[in-house]
């Protein structure tokens, strides 16, 4: 059995918070683009991951996810989200801390969804 790639879908009331947070503050490129049709959707990748993206309120009410992303560049990560997008800085984790499990990590969310950037 070979898996190459874990694709979550996360689902927003509004598609455009997504785009707001996974295009414009992380860097992901819209690969496959329905967001202009009557059940929006999209594929967004960025270095090898992939994230569908879905507009449906009743299922965005039932997730919320929470998302690690694991870099080498942390700081660089931080500086770049810090200063473009520091909105979307989660309030209990704001700053790159280094945890008590050896991890340096700081938090993202929005409306919708956690990413928790995470460099060990």
């Given at each position: 059995m070979n ?8 689902y927003?009331?509004n598609?455009?918070d997504?785009?707001?947070?996974f295009?414009?503050c ?5 690969g496959h683009?329905?967001i202009n049709?009557?059940?929006p959707?999209c ?6 991951l ?5 507009q449906?309120?009743?299922l965005?009410a039932e ?5 690690r992303?694991?870099?080498?560049n942390?700081?660089a990560?931080y500086?770049?989200?810090s200063?473009?997008h520091p909105?979307?800085?989660h309030?209990?984790?704001k700053?790159?801390?280094l945890?008590?499990w050896g ?6 969310r929005?409306d ?5 950037i995470q460099?060990?």
């Amino acid at each position: 059995m070979n898996f190459q790639q874990l694709v979550p879908n996360v689902y927003y009331a509004n598609i455009s918070d997504g785009l707001t947070m996974f295009v414009d503050c992380l860097g992901f490129a819209i690969g496959h683009n329905e967001i202009n049709t009557e059940q929006p959707f999209c594929v967004l990748n960025k270095d090898g991951l992939g994230i569908y993206l879905f507009q449906h309120a009743k299922l965005a009410a039932e997730h919320n996810p929470e998302s690690r992303f694991v870099t080498t560049n942390i700081d660089a990560v931080y500086e770049k989200v810090s200063g473009s997008h520091p909105q979307f800085l989660h309030p209990n984790l704001k700053q790159v801390t280094l945890r008590p499990w050896g991890a340096k990590e700081f938090a993202l969310r929005d409306d919708q969804v956690c990413i928790i950037i995470q460099q060990w």
